[in-house]
């Protein structure tokens, strides 16, 4: 074969007028030519034919995952590499054995062949994590993180089969000599080291997925996860800015992960209002009388009313005793009863998930009264619209059972105590003249 690309430099070189003393010279470099022009056009009718006719047959195939796999992006990576090793398998025969231009370009091939394969493996990669991502099991799963790392294993071995090729060194000898080096090289690649295990983490502990709402206070991070790699975690908040923040502090920092809420149906709600401790009294048969032509109340109030009664009997304790001995009901509890009603009655509150009123320790500021219960619509505004709703219908009741809501004195009342005081002085002083 040698001598036959020989002959054929030879004629071409006498057609193009070349001297003959010069052939030596020029009929290496002319068959070299001749054969990277041949392998390139070998490449183009492989793309032209076979990248077609394979996407084709797989097109015509029931199942899914080859569409992908074989991909016209994999398909011509891989006909580049059948072309390098064509390439290293005709190249070498054109060079006389032990010459300077041969050791050059047989490195140059070696090194063709090497950044081939690693573009072929890396489309194969790509398209292998992209099969993953589609299947049920694995949507919203936190692998672009792996897929990355995978092909940063492969690009890496495909620089030291580089430098070990430049160099003329084995690649063993060039991993040793990485070895020594392995702290500089863990504070270079210390951000994706630690991506990599925390995105390991949490892929494997299910903790985040493409898609979940987050909550990550310390760094300002309130909404949606909008993607997860290697090296970040890309939030998006309600007001559509981006927070983007390293795996690792996912991992080691606390966040919120709302998606469990979400799958519930139901949204917590927490209210507390603060009532003034000096307005809690025992109930008269006028208030008692008055809170029984409330409908949610009527039927509690008589039941309550007979069961303290039978109690207070069995004691020994006459109706016309002072309120302190037996049992009375106060304004404060006829309140928690309405609000526990009112909590049923209403269409927003889920009546299947937690529903109580309770009061907290009482506070230099009053006793804490809470509502505990859970939306039926997970949604932002129809959550916000239920929580003003009862805020505002527990706010307007509250004076209705003679309590009054504790509340620090503001500038109004100041000035209006000040105009009482003041009126009050000149009253005093009219009567006194």
């Known amino acids: 074969m040698r001598r036959l690309l020989q002959k054929w430099t030879d004629l071409l070189l006498e057609r193009l007028g070349v001297d003959s003393a010069a052939h030596d010279r020029w009929d290496v470099w002319v068959a070299c030519g001749s054969v990277v022009l041949l392998v390139v056009l070998f490449d183009c009718l492989l793309s032209w034919t076979v990248v077609p006719g394979v996407r084709k047959v797989v097109e015509r195939t029931r199942m899914q995952w080859d569409d992908t796999l074989f991909s016209t992006r994999v398909l011509r990576c891989g006909c580049h590499v059948v072309s390098a090793v064509l390439l290293a398998v005709v190249l070498p025969v054109v060079f006389e054995t032990d010459s300077h231009a041969q050791t ?28 993953v991502a589609a299947r049920p099991a694995w949507q919203n799963k936190p692998i672009k993180g792996l897929r990355q790392t995978a092909q940063g294993i492969a690009l890496l ?71 997860v790699s290697l090296t970040t975690v890309k939030i998006r908040n309600w007001d559509n800015t981006i927070v983007t923040l390293p795996p690792y502090q996912l991992v080691s920092d606390s966040f919120v992960n709302w998606h469990a809420m979400q799958l519930s149906g139901g949204r917590r709600i927490q209210l507390s209002l603060l009532v003034d401790m000096t307005s809690i009294r025992f109930c008269t048969s006028e208030m008692l009388e008055r809170f029984r032509k409330i409908r949610l109340l009527g039927d509690y109030v008589d039941r309550t009313e007979a069961e303290y009664a039978k109690a207070n009997e069995a004691q020994g304790i006459a109706p016309g005793e ?62 916000v619209q239920v929580e003003l709703a009862v805020f505002e219908h527990m706010l307007c009741a509250l004076p209705e059972f003679g309590l009054r809501v504790f509340q620090s004195p503001s500038g109004d009342d100041l000035r209006a105590w000040t105009a009482a005081a003041e009126a009050f002085r000149a009253s005093a002083s009219t009567r006194s003249e």
């Not at 050059?104 to 099969?131: E, G, K, M, N, T």
């Not at 040793?176 to 500089?184: E, H, I, R, Y």
């Open 322 to 383: 002072p309120s302190v001995n037996g049992l009375r009901q106060t304004n404060l509890a006829v309140f928690r009863a309405y609000m526990m009603r009112y909590l049923e009655q209403i269409s927003s509150a889920r009546r299947d998930m937690k529903l109580t009123v309770r009061m907290l320790p009482p506070t230099d500021t009053g006793v804490p009264l809470e509502l505990y219960f859970y939306t039926a619509s997970i949604y932002f505004v129809d959550y």
């Open 157 to 227: 071995i495909c620089v030291i089969l580089v430098v070990s090729i430049l160099m003329d060194k084995s690649p063993a000898l060039l991993l040793t000599s990485l070895g020594a080096s392995a702290a500089v090289l863990m504070l270079v690649f210390r951000d994706s080291i630690l991506g990599f295990v925390s995105g390991i983490q949490l892929s494997a502990n299910d903790m985040l997925k493409v898609g979940d709402w987050i909550s990550v206070p310390k760094f300002g991070a309130d909404g949606a996860v909008e993607e």
């Open 104 to 131: 050059a370009v047989l490195r140059l091939l070696r090194i063709y062949i090497v950044v081939s394969v690693f573009r072929f493996l890396s489309a194969a990669i790509y398209a292998s994590f992209h099969i």
